[in-house]
């Protein structure tokens, strides 16, 4: 029986979520109850008002939010590019391009409803910043969930409707009712949050002291 309940709260244009990701796994390996954690990812948008349909180089759209210069963009995102490489990921930010994420969202809800609900967050995250992915593409979100084993008729009929939408906006407002305005995020037993893609020998210490009131408080 899971004794520690973890919930996350991701976008898939997140740079930081992946990072987030990784070092919340590399604790997990070292984590000596591990067999007992049980994860649930929750959509969230980095920026809902993202206009659906429309693209952008993701370096357009930070030097637009932080008023900064290329050569500043450039020097923010090697920055997020080598705290990643540490991870073991291979970011291709200038390759990335912002989208309107809630279609990716609703495919990641479907895949959820298989049980691939995780291996397809970690797919859509490598998707938009190691492979250059287009996000909000029809084709591109079948494609993904194909390679996951959902059939291209099943995604087609989700992206073509509304379906799951409602999953999506309910993360989003749990989201806001527990006061969370930027992600990565995670939240351990709906009692502990850690904020942000925190070192993993933090989130070791906030596992091993969740599951230690969760055994005491049985």
């Known amino acids: 029986m899971s004794t520690l309940r973890i919930d996350i709260w991701s976008d898939v244009v997140c740079p930081w979520c992946y990072i987030g990701k990784r070092r919340l796994e ?17 959509s969230f948008q980095l920026d809902p008002s993202h206009p659906k349909g429309h693209r952008e180089p993701s370096s357009d759209r930070l030097a637009e939010k932080y008023g900064a210069s290329p050569a500043q963009v450039r020097e ?11 991870e073991g990921l291979t970011y291709a930010l200038d ?5 309107n994420t809630i279609d990716a969202h609703r495919v990641s809800h479907l895949a959820a409803r298989h049980g691939l609900g995780a291996r397809m967050h970690e797919r859509l995250l490598s998707a938009h910043l190691v492979e250059g992915e287009v996000v909000d593409d029809p084709d591109t979100l079948v494609r993904l969930a194909a390679e996951l084993g959902i059939s291209e008729d099943e995604t087609r009929k989700v992206l073509d409707g509304d379906a799951y939408e409602d999953a999506v906006q309910a993360d989003i407002s749990e989201a806001r009712s527990l006061g969370i305005t930027g992600v990565p ?21 906030a596992l091993r002291t969740a599951r230690e009131q969760a055994v005491t408080t049985r």
Request: hydrophobic share 50%.
């Open 26 to 42: 590399s604790a997990l390996a070292r984590f000596e109850h591990a067999d007992e954690v049980e994860i649930h990812w929750h």
């Open 95 to 99: 390759k990335a391009i912002s989208v």
């Open 185 to 205: 995020f995670f939240v351990l037993n709906r009692a502990y949050g850690v904020s942000g893609a925190q070192p993993a020998d933090t989130f070791l210490s």
């Open 76 to 86: 923010m995102t090697q920055r997020v590019t080598d705290l990643a490489a540490a």
